[in-house]
């Protein structure tokens, strides 16, 4: 490989919640290893690489010119977006009206959310959920109505569409959020799925909050399709979320953007972000993504798709032929692993608490599942060095799953 995924780098004491976060948040980050072991980091969704060299070049160019005032995105950045929209999505027509800046994708889910909705009413979410939709919609007055995915005959997770329909009308529901790829289950949804999703939105009068910041992040053999590519209803009922930071690993630079071809919501938006001065882009984070987005970007990013691919692929055969009890959906896309313990938990007489804790024992630092609706789950992060993925392996069967 041209690129370098397998250097371990000491990543304490240089801004890294993955690393200095440990034990400081109950519940949510892992506890610290004990005497003896090195800590693994497998659990908050960033990686554990370096990123594509044109960023930091980017970034260090513009450090170059000392001043840093006020400034408006480049027409540069725009055409960054668009580009990359169209070389990896194939998506055709994009315009720079239709892109705005969000401080976030999650801040953009709530500002979408303030313009669809009055605080208290009910929005429409699958579960497993990622834990940051949670706490964001309750944080700010939403009540959430989960629809339980379910698996089929092959242990694929699918859309219960049955289930949306109902809930869609039981609570009077007319904003939903739509995670593609999936996030923690790591689903890619087929264009029927989507579309079978959007007909049923149609048909209820439903606006659509797309979360594709994982968009970039599919595995060999699968492909994103975009929620507002699926029909004309879906292009001007969609509010779609995209980032460069999960793709770059550039979470700590902030720099989310929203794509919207309804002029009404495009203006809604728009005047949501204004009141508080919220959205103000860091002129670091736009020449971030304008490195990015860019052709060595790409060959970086077809690169990490195979070292992912790669480290998928060790771990769920390893937990196939050397754990009984313990079994994981091979991840479409993202880079987490949704491991389900209940056989495991069932035949030892365990609880995941347990589980949970022998591995940060034994410093896998794997993430609590229940607060992503998963009662015997794991959520496990997988962007890391080979090496570090087999040992990881080799603790579990050694010291975790082990009675």
């Given at each position: 490989m041209h690129y370098d995924f397998t250097t371990i780098y000491d990543r304490h004491g240089k801004d890294a919640l993955a690393v200095d976060g440990v034990g400081t948040n109950p519940g949510f980050s892992p506890e610290a290893p004990k005497d003896g072991f090195s800590f693994l980091p497998m659990w908050v969704a960033d990686m554990?690489?370096?990123?594509?060299?044109?960023?930091?070049?980017?970034?260090a160019k513009r450090i170059e010119h000392p001043l840093f005032g006020y400034f408006t995105p480049t027409d540069a950045y725009y055409q960054a977006i668009i580009d990359w929209q169209r070389t990896q999505n194939g998506v055709e027509g994009l315009l720079s009206k239709h892109i705005g800046y969000e401080n976030g994708v999650l801040?953009?889910?709530?500002?979408?959310?303030?313009?669809?909705?009055?605080?208290?009413?009910?929005v429409l979410v699958l579960a497993p959920t990622y834990v940051g939709f949670t706490s964001s919609l309750e944080n700010n007055g939403y009540k959430i109505i989960h629809s339980q995915m379910k698996k089929d005959e092959n242990g694929v997770w699918r859309m219960d569409y049955a289930d949306m329909e109902e809930k869609l009308v039981q609570y009077k529901i007319h904003a939903t959020i739509v995670c593609s790829p999936h996030n923690p289950c790591g689903r890619v949804w087929e264009r029927w799925e989507l579309e079978q999703a959007m007909e049923l939105f149609k048909k209820h009068d439903v606006y659509v909050v797309s979360d594709e910041i994982w968009s970039d992040l599919t595995m060999p053999g699968y492909h994103h399709i975009p929620t507002q590519s699926v029909s004309s209803d879906a292009k001007l009922r969609t509010i779609a979320l995209y980032a460069p930071s999960k793709t770059f690993n550039l979470a700590g630079l902030i720099g989310s953007y929203h794509i919207i071809y309804n002029d009404r919501l495009r203006d809604r938006m728009r005047k949501e972000s204004s009141l508080s001065h919220y959205d103000s882009m860091n002129v670091l984070s736009m020449h971030a993504l304008i490195g990015a987005y860019s052709t060595e970007g790409r060959d970086w990013l077809t690169e990490l798709r195979e070292v992912l691919a790669g480290n998928i692929d060790d771990v769920c055969g390893f937990m196939k032929t050397e754990l009984s009890g313990v079994t994981a959906f091979?991840?479409?896309?993202?880079?987490?692993?949704?491991?389900?313990?209940?056989?495991?938990?069932?035949?030892?007489?365990?609880s995941i608490a347990e589980i949970l804790g022998r591995g940060w024992d034994a410093g896998i630092g794997w993430q609590d599942g229940r607060p992503f609706h998963g009662q015997?789950?794991?959520?496990?992060?997988?962007?890391?060095?080979?090496?570090l993925v087999k040992e990881a392996c080799k603790r579990m069967k050694q010291f975790?799953?082990?009675d």
């Open positions: 554990n690489f370096a990123t594509v060299p044109t960023i930091p070049q980017a970034i801040g953009g889910v709530v500002s979408a959310l303030n313009i669809l909705c009055s605080r208290g009413d009910n091979r991840a479409q896309g993202t880079y987490m692993l949704f491991v389900d313990c209940t056989d495991y938990c069932d035949a030892h007489n365990v015997h789950h794991i959520r496990l992060n997988l962007a890391l060095p080979n090496s975790v799953f082990c």
